[in-house]
Protein backbone atom coordinates (compact mmCIF):
# COMPACT_ATOMS: atom_id res chain seq x y z
CA UNK A 1 0.00 0.00 0.00
CA UNK A 2 1.06 3.51 -0.38
CA UNK A 3 3.13 5.13 2.14
CA UNK A 4 1.86 8.30 4.20
CA UNK A 5 5.03 9.85 2.76
CA UNK A 6 3.90 10.26 -0.65
CA UNK A 7 2.27 13.89 -1.21
CA UNK A 8 -1.44 14.21 -2.11
CA UNK A 9 -2.56 12.94 -5.39
CA UNK A 10 6.86 -28.39 4.99
CA UNK A 11 3.25 -27.53 5.65
CA UNK A 12 2.80 -25.56 8.79
CA UNK A 13 -0.61 -24.45 10.27
CA UNK A 14 -1.70 -21.08 10.34
CA UNK A 15 -1.08 -19.30 13.56
CA UNK A 16 -4.95 -18.96 14.32
CA UNK A 17 -5.45 -23.13 14.20
CA UNK A 18 -2.73 -23.72 16.40
CA UNK A 19 -4.83 -24.31 19.55
CA UNK A 20 -6.63 -26.82 17.83
CA UNK A 21 -3.61 -28.17 16.02
CA UNK A 22 -3.45 -29.74 12.39
CA UNK A 23 -5.44 -33.05 11.28
CA UNK A 24 -3.81 -36.07 12.12
CA UNK A 25 -4.63 -37.49 8.84
CA UNK A 26 -1.79 -38.24 6.46
CA UNK A 27 -2.81 -34.90 4.00
CA UNK A 28 -2.08 -32.64 6.66
CA UNK A 29 -5.15 -30.63 6.07
CA UNK A 30 -6.55 -28.98 8.96
CA UNK A 31 -9.92 -30.29 10.72
CA UNK A 32 -12.88 -27.50 9.63
CA UNK A 33 -14.86 -29.06 12.45
CA UNK A 34 -12.15 -27.79 15.48
CA UNK A 35 -10.94 -24.60 13.48
CA UNK A 36 -14.69 -23.33 13.26
CA UNK A 37 -15.74 -21.12 16.36
CA UNK A 38 -18.71 -22.75 18.55
CA UNK A 39 -21.56 -21.48 17.61
CA UNK A 40 -24.83 -21.59 20.58
CA UNK A 41 -28.09 -21.92 19.42
CA UNK A 42 -29.97 -18.63 19.38
CA UNK A 43 -33.44 -17.82 20.12
CA UNK A 44 -35.53 -15.81 17.02
CA UNK A 45 -34.59 -12.39 18.64
CA UNK A 46 -30.81 -12.94 18.56
CA UNK A 47 -28.53 -11.63 15.46
CA UNK A 48 -25.38 -14.07 15.34
CA UNK A 49 -22.32 -12.14 16.70
CA UNK A 50 -19.94 -11.68 13.60
CA UNK A 51 -16.24 -12.57 14.28
CA UNK A 52 -15.12 -10.75 10.76
CA UNK A 53 -13.19 -7.33 12.81
CA UNK A 54 -12.95 -4.23 11.05
CA UNK A 55 -9.07 -2.82 11.22
CA UNK A 56 -8.31 -0.05 9.25
CA UNK A 57 -4.97 0.75 8.35
CA UNK A 58 -4.12 4.56 10.28
CA UNK A 59 -0.76 7.25 10.18
CA UNK A 60 1.51 5.85 13.03
CA UNK A 61 2.42 9.76 13.41
CA UNK A 62 -0.66 12.17 12.62
CA UNK A 63 -3.64 11.44 13.88
CA UNK A 64 -7.33 11.82 11.82
CA UNK A 65 -10.85 12.67 12.82
CA UNK A 66 -12.06 9.61 11.17
CA UNK A 67 -9.65 6.74 12.92
CA UNK A 68 -11.96 5.95 15.56
CA UNK A 69 -14.99 6.02 13.60
CA UNK A 70 -16.71 3.04 13.80
CA UNK A 71 -14.69 1.68 16.85
CA UNK A 72 -12.24 -0.51 15.20
CA UNK A 73 -11.44 -3.76 16.98
CA UNK A 74 -7.29 -2.78 15.93
CA UNK A 75 -5.42 -0.50 14.47
CA UNK A 76 -2.94 -1.61 11.83
CA UNK A 77 -0.23 0.80 12.28
CA UNK A 78 1.73 2.42 8.83
CA UNK A 79 4.44 1.95 8.47
CA UNK A 80 7.67 0.79 10.16
CA UNK A 81 10.46 1.13 7.94
CA UNK A 82 14.64 1.56 7.86
CA UNK A 83 16.32 4.51 8.65
CA UNK A 84 18.11 5.23 5.54
CA UNK A 85 20.39 2.21 4.69
CA UNK A 86 20.83 1.15 8.16
CA UNK A 87 18.89 -1.74 10.34
CA UNK A 88 17.59 1.31 12.61
CA UNK A 89 13.64 0.96 12.65
CA UNK A 90 11.58 4.18 12.46
CA UNK A 91 7.87 5.35 11.75
CA UNK A 92 7.59 6.55 8.34
CA UNK A 93 11.35 6.74 8.17
CA UNK A 94 10.64 10.35 9.96
CA UNK A 95 10.30 9.23 14.28
CA UNK A 96 11.97 7.27 16.48
CA UNK A 97 10.65 3.60 17.31
CA UNK A 98 10.52 5.64 20.72
CA UNK A 99 9.01 9.10 20.05
CA UNK A 100 7.19 10.26 22.62
CA UNK A 101 4.57 11.83 20.49
CA UNK A 102 3.65 8.37 19.02
CA UNK A 103 3.90 6.83 21.98
CA UNK A 104 0.79 9.09 23.42
CA UNK A 105 -0.78 8.54 19.55
CA UNK A 106 -0.76 4.89 20.01
CA UNK A 107 -2.43 5.23 23.89
CA UNK A 108 -5.08 7.31 22.46
CA UNK A 109 -5.87 4.56 20.21
CA UNK A 110 -6.18 2.26 22.91
CA UNK A 111 -8.21 4.30 25.25
CA UNK A 112 -11.35 2.44 24.24
CA UNK A 113 -9.97 -1.42 24.29
CA UNK A 114 -8.65 -1.58 20.56
CA UNK A 115 -5.92 -3.13 19.95
CA UNK A 116 -2.48 -2.27 17.86
CA UNK A 117 -0.99 -4.40 14.67
CA UNK A 118 2.41 -3.21 14.04
CA UNK A 119 3.14 -2.81 9.99
CA UNK A 120 6.16 -3.26 8.73
CA UNK A 121 7.26 -2.46 5.03
CA UNK A 122 4.66 -0.91 3.24
CA UNK A 123 5.07 0.83 -0.52
CA UNK A 124 7.86 3.67 0.07
CA UNK A 125 10.94 3.18 1.87
CA UNK A 126 13.35 0.37 3.02
CA UNK A 127 12.11 -2.60 4.51
CA UNK A 128 14.10 -3.76 7.82
CA UNK A 129 15.01 -7.38 5.76
CA UNK A 130 16.05 -5.79 2.91
CA UNK A 131 18.91 -3.56 4.94
CA UNK A 132 19.73 -5.36 8.31
CA UNK A 133 22.67 -7.78 7.76
CA UNK A 134 21.67 -10.81 10.18
CA UNK A 135 18.00 -12.61 11.13
CA UNK A 136 19.37 -11.52 14.84
CA UNK A 137 19.72 -8.07 14.31
CA UNK A 138 16.56 -8.15 11.67
CA UNK A 139 14.32 -9.37 14.55
CA UNK A 140 15.49 -7.76 17.56
CA UNK A 141 14.62 -4.37 15.27
CA UNK A 142 11.40 -5.88 14.65
CA UNK A 143 11.31 -6.58 18.44
CA UNK A 144 12.07 -2.91 19.58
CA UNK A 145 9.07 -1.58 17.24
CA UNK A 146 6.53 -4.07 18.84
CA UNK A 147 7.83 -3.17 22.41
CA UNK A 148 7.63 0.39 21.20
CA UNK A 149 3.95 0.19 20.32
CA UNK A 150 2.96 -2.65 23.29
CA UNK A 151 1.85 -4.83 20.89
CA UNK A 152 1.73 -8.63 20.50
CA UNK A 153 0.95 -8.26 16.09
CA UNK A 154 3.27 -7.92 13.35
CA UNK A 155 2.06 -7.24 10.31
CA UNK A 156 4.50 -7.30 7.28
CA UNK A 157 3.27 -5.15 4.07
CA UNK A 158 5.78 -6.59 1.45
CA UNK A 159 5.12 -5.29 -2.02
CA UNK A 160 7.08 -4.02 -5.21
CA UNK A 161 10.92 -4.96 -5.33
CA UNK A 162 11.17 -6.37 -2.15
CA UNK A 163 8.75 -9.33 -2.90
CA UNK A 164 10.62 -10.56 -5.49
CA UNK A 165 13.94 -10.32 -3.32
CA UNK A 166 14.54 -13.72 -2.55
CA UNK A 167 17.34 -12.88 -0.23
CA UNK A 168 15.30 -10.49 2.44
CA UNK A 169 12.66 -12.69 2.19
CA UNK A 170 14.63 -16.15 3.22
CA UNK A 171 15.99 -13.50 6.28
CA UNK A 172 12.71 -12.19 6.96
CA UNK A 173 11.59 -15.49 7.82
CA UNK A 174 14.39 -16.48 9.49
CA UNK A 175 13.77 -13.98 11.67
CA UNK A 176 10.07 -13.72 12.09
CA UNK A 177 10.26 -17.83 12.91
CA UNK A 178 13.12 -16.49 15.63
CA UNK A 179 11.01 -13.67 16.94
CA UNK A 180 7.96 -16.32 17.50
CA UNK A 181 10.31 -18.66 19.90
CA UNK A 182 11.04 -15.31 21.99
CA UNK A 183 7.50 -14.42 22.18
CA UNK A 184 5.17 -17.55 22.23
CA UNK A 185 2.19 -14.81 22.10
CA UNK A 186 3.19 -13.26 18.23
CA UNK A 187 0.64 -12.80 16.19
CA UNK A 188 1.73 -12.64 12.52
CA UNK A 189 0.21 -11.20 8.90
CA UNK A 190 1.45 -10.90 5.75
CA UNK A 191 -0.23 -8.15 3.73
CA UNK A 192 0.67 -9.22 -0.15
CA UNK A 193 -0.47 -7.64 -3.16
CA UNK A 194 -3.36 -9.82 -5.19
CA UNK A 195 -4.93 -9.92 -8.77
CA UNK A 196 -8.55 -11.26 -9.64
CA UNK A 197 -6.84 -13.97 -10.57
CA UNK A 198 -5.17 -14.82 -6.70
CA UNK A 199 -1.38 -14.54 -5.41
CA UNK A 200 1.48 -13.95 -8.08
CA UNK A 201 4.19 -16.22 -7.71
CA UNK A 202 6.51 -14.32 -5.80
CA UNK A 203 3.45 -13.65 -3.52
CA UNK A 204 2.95 -17.52 -3.05
CA UNK A 205 7.10 -18.27 -2.78
CA UNK A 206 6.91 -15.63 0.20
CA UNK A 207 4.49 -17.77 1.89
CA UNK A 208 6.24 -21.38 0.99
CA UNK A 209 9.48 -19.16 2.45
CA UNK A 210 7.74 -18.98 6.53
CA UNK A 211 6.55 -22.34 6.33
CA UNK A 212 10.02 -23.40 5.28
CA UNK A 213 11.03 -21.32 8.77
CA UNK A 214 8.21 -22.52 10.37
CA UNK A 215 6.73 -18.98 10.78
CA UNK A 216 3.54 -19.16 12.13
CA UNK A 217 1.22 -17.26 10.14
CA UNK A 218 -2.55 -15.69 11.76
CA UNK A 219 -3.54 -13.93 8.61
CA UNK A 220 -2.67 -13.63 4.99
CA UNK A 221 -4.15 -10.08 4.48
CA UNK A 222 -4.99 -9.45 0.91
CA UNK A 223 -4.38 -6.03 -0.84
CA UNK A 224 -7.42 -5.83 -3.39
CA UNK A 225 -6.83 -2.61 -4.89
CA UNK A 226 -4.81 -1.23 -7.77
CA UNK A 227 -5.22 -4.19 -10.23
CA UNK A 228 -4.21 -2.98 -13.62
CA UNK A 229 -5.66 -0.46 -16.29
CA UNK A 230 -7.82 -3.36 -18.09
CA UNK A 231 -9.67 -3.46 -14.64
CA UNK A 232 -12.10 -0.79 -14.84
CA UNK A 233 -15.63 -2.09 -13.45
CA UNK A 234 -16.98 -3.33 -10.26
CA UNK A 235 -14.25 -2.94 -8.09
CA UNK A 236 -16.25 -4.70 -5.41
CA UNK A 237 -16.89 -8.02 -7.39
CA UNK A 238 -13.24 -8.15 -8.20
CA UNK A 239 -12.01 -8.14 -4.66
CA UNK A 240 -14.45 -11.05 -3.94
CA UNK A 241 -13.23 -12.73 -7.21
CA UNK A 242 -9.20 -12.06 -6.38
CA UNK A 243 -10.53 -13.72 -2.31
CA UNK A 244 -12.18 -16.57 -3.80
CA UNK A 245 -9.02 -17.79 -5.86
CA UNK A 246 -7.11 -16.66 -3.17
CA UNK A 247 -8.60 -18.87 -1.21
CA UNK A 248 -7.59 -22.08 -3.32
CA UNK A 249 -3.85 -20.99 -2.71
CA UNK A 250 -3.90 -20.65 0.72
CA UNK A 251 -6.02 -24.32 1.07
CA UNK A 252 -2.76 -25.36 -1.18
CA UNK A 253 -0.07 -23.48 0.58
CA UNK A 254 -1.19 -24.07 4.42
CA UNK A 255 -3.01 -27.52 3.66
CA UNK A 256 -6.47 -26.11 5.44
CA UNK A 257 -10.01 -27.17 4.80
CA UNK A 258 -12.12 -24.55 3.43
CA UNK A 259 -13.40 -23.02 6.63
CA UNK A 260 -9.78 -22.83 8.07
CA UNK A 261 -8.88 -21.30 4.92
CA UNK A 262 -11.03 -18.40 5.58
CA UNK A 263 -10.18 -17.64 8.21
CA UNK A 264 -7.37 -17.34 8.04
CA UNK A 265 -7.60 -14.51 5.34
CA UNK A 266 -7.80 -10.60 5.55
CA UNK A 267 -9.07 -8.24 3.06
CA UNK A 268 -7.96 -4.43 2.57
CA UNK A 269 -9.43 -2.53 -0.15
CA UNK A 270 -8.63 1.12 -0.85
CA UNK A 271 -11.02 3.32 -0.63
CA UNK A 272 -12.19 5.67 -3.36
CA UNK A 273 -10.29 6.77 -6.20
CA UNK A 274 -7.23 4.25 -6.29
CA UNK A 275 -3.58 4.79 -8.15
CA UNK A 276 -4.90 2.85 -11.13
CA UNK A 277 -6.79 5.23 -13.24
CA UNK A 278 -10.79 4.35 -13.77
CA UNK A 279 -10.60 2.17 -10.55
CA UNK A 280 -12.72 3.83 -7.81
CA UNK A 281 -14.21 1.47 -4.66
CA UNK A 282 -17.49 3.06 -3.60
CA UNK A 283 -19.57 2.60 -0.26
CA UNK A 284 -21.36 -0.23 -1.88
CA UNK A 285 -18.53 -1.89 -2.96
CA UNK A 286 -17.39 -1.68 1.14
CA UNK A 287 -20.75 -3.00 2.13
CA UNK A 288 -20.36 -6.18 -0.58
CA UNK A 289 -17.11 -7.00 0.78
CA UNK A 290 -18.17 -6.57 4.28
CA UNK A 291 -21.09 -9.39 3.80
CA UNK A 292 -19.24 -11.40 1.64
CA UNK A 293 -16.46 -11.12 5.14
CA UNK A 294 -19.34 -12.22 7.49
CA UNK A 295 -20.51 -15.00 5.17
CA UNK A 296 -17.31 -16.74 4.89
CA UNK A 297 -15.87 -16.38 7.98
CA UNK A 298 -13.34 -13.77 7.22
CA UNK A 299 -10.79 -12.34 10.11
CA UNK A 300 -10.36 -8.85 9.41
CA UNK A 301 -11.45 -6.28 6.95
CA UNK A 302 -9.14 -3.17 6.86
CA UNK A 303 -9.11 -0.08 4.06
CA UNK A 304 -6.48 2.18 2.75
CA UNK A 305 -6.48 4.33 5.06
CA UNK A 306 -8.44 5.85 7.87
CA UNK A 307 -7.19 9.32 6.67
CA UNK A 308 -8.91 9.28 3.40
CA UNK A 309 -12.47 8.33 5.02
CA UNK A 310 -13.46 11.52 4.21
CA UNK A 311 -14.95 13.65 1.12
CA UNK A 312 -12.09 15.71 -0.68
CA UNK A 313 -12.53 19.38 -0.93
CA UNK A 314 -14.41 20.48 -4.25
CA UNK A 315 -12.20 21.00 -7.10
CA UNK A 316 -9.19 19.62 -5.07
CA UNK A 317 -7.36 16.99 -7.29
CA UNK A 318 -8.03 14.15 -5.19
CA UNK A 319 -11.44 14.13 -6.98
CA UNK A 320 -9.45 12.83 -9.90
CA UNK A 321 -6.39 11.37 -8.59
CA UNK A 322 -5.99 9.34 -5.71
CA UNK A 323 -5.11 11.53 -2.55
CA UNK A 324 -3.66 10.60 0.82
CA UNK A 325 -6.12 12.69 2.80
CA UNK A 326 -9.63 12.15 1.27
CA UNK A 327 -11.52 9.81 -1.02
CA UNK A 328 -11.84 11.35 -4.05
CA UNK A 329 -16.06 10.13 -4.22
CA UNK A 330 -19.05 11.59 -2.40
CA UNK A 331 -19.12 10.31 1.07
CA UNK A 332 -19.93 11.88 5.23
CA UNK A 333 -16.78 11.39 7.45
CA UNK A 334 -16.48 7.85 8.49
CA UNK A 335 -18.73 6.56 5.82
CA UNK A 336 -16.21 3.52 4.53
CA UNK A 337 -15.58 3.06 7.92
CA UNK A 338 -19.49 1.99 9.17
CA UNK A 339 -19.68 -0.02 5.74
CA UNK A 340 -16.75 -2.20 6.84
CA UNK A 341 -17.45 -2.18 10.54
CA UNK A 342 -21.09 -3.32 9.84
Known amino acids: MRSFLKPAAGLTCLFVLATAGCSAGSDDTSDAASAAPAQ?????????????????????????????????????????????????????ETHAIDDSSVKSRIAQLKEDGATVRVSFGGASGEELAATCDSASELAEAYGKALDAA?????????????????????????????????????????TLPVMPSGLDEAGLALLESANEHDVQVSTVNLMTMNYAESYDGD????????????????KDVFGLADAAAWRGMALTSMIGVNDVENETFTLSDAAQVRSFAEEKGIAWVSMWS????????????????????CSGVKQSPGAFAEAFAG
Request: charged share 20%.
Open 306 to 325: AERDQQCEEGSSGEDDAATD
Open 40 to 92: SSASPAQEPVSTTSYAPYVNATTASDSDSAASPTTYNLAFVIAEGSGCTPKWN
Open 150 to 190: GSTQADFDIEGDELTDSDSVALRSEAIAALQEERTDLEVSF
Open 235 to 250: MGGYALTSAKAAHTQL
